[in-house]
């Protein structure tokens, strides 16, 4: 069965300091693997996949076949960092996308 | 563009009730998928529509029902409404089924069933 579990519901750091979201999923297949964010007030919106292999706003995320972990990281997080962030999975045949709970990252200045 | 637009913002519903939610597709997508996003929990899964079919649906009962209209824009129907379908109701949509299309999401439907 697909699942992503985001171990942190809640996550603060300093603006400066290096900032990992972590991501585990659990998948047979090959998924393809995402995060999203969702700033206060606004709609969720996507901040990047795996297969893009792209930096988006400073963050990146590798994925770890081995590790089946898919972290969010960036070096220097900005107060304009705060917000939710989710990961999630779907699978190359099958639509259905699987959301973990959640972290909610809050960047101090 | 307006992107995904849902209506309505929210509304109150009471026990055995049915309500209907509604959403238009982002200009030039054609395929909507619709979530649930309970209190404190990451979006789940509803199903999906596209060429005004059900391609895909996650765990829900029947009582969760959809429909596409050939302008692409889709409805969602609970019927026999519970307590526990309280929840922010979001819309998706993207252009066409590959997993790799980027989904944009609307600002959800706040739905309370008391």
């Known amino acids: 069965a697909q699942r992503v579990t985001q171990p942190e519901k809640l996550l603060s750091v300093f603006k400066g300091a290096p900032v990992e979201l972590k991501c585990n999923y659990s998948y047979s297949g090959s998924p393809e693997l995402f995060w999203y964010v969702q700033y206060s007030r606004q709609r969720l919106q996507l901040l990047l996949r795996h297969i893009s292999r792209e930096s988006i706003k400073g963050f990146t995320a590798d994925l770890n076949k081995g590790e089946t972990s898919f972290h969010l990281k960036k070096p220097f997080a900005q107060e304009e960092d705060s917000a939710m962030y989710y990961c999630?999975?779907?699978?190359?045949?099958?639509?259905?996308?699987?959301f973990g709970a959640g972290t909610r990252l809050t960047v101090k200045p | 563009d307006a992107g995904v637009t849902q209506s309505p913002t929210h509304l109150i519903k009471t026990r055995g009730q049915q309500v209907t939610l509604r959403c238009s597709p982002k200009s030039g997508h054609d395929t909507v998928s619709w979530y649930q996003q309970a209190l404190g929990q990451g979006p789940q899964f509803i199903f999906q529509y596209y060429e005004e079919e059900e391609r895909q649906r996650g765990n829900f009962p029947d009582r969760f029902s959809g429909h596409q209209f050939p302008n692409y824009s889709s409805e969602l129907n609970v019927n026999a409404l519970l307590l526990g379908d309280s929840a922010l109701y979001l819309c998706?949509?993207?252009?066409?089924?590959?997993?790799?299309?980027?989904?944009?999401f609307g600002p959800g439907t706040r739905l309370t069933v008391t």
């Open positions: 999630a999975l779907r699978s190359y045949n099958n639509n259905d996308m699987r």
């Open positions: 998706a949509s993207s252009r066409g089924l590959a997993a790799s299309y980027e989904q944009y």
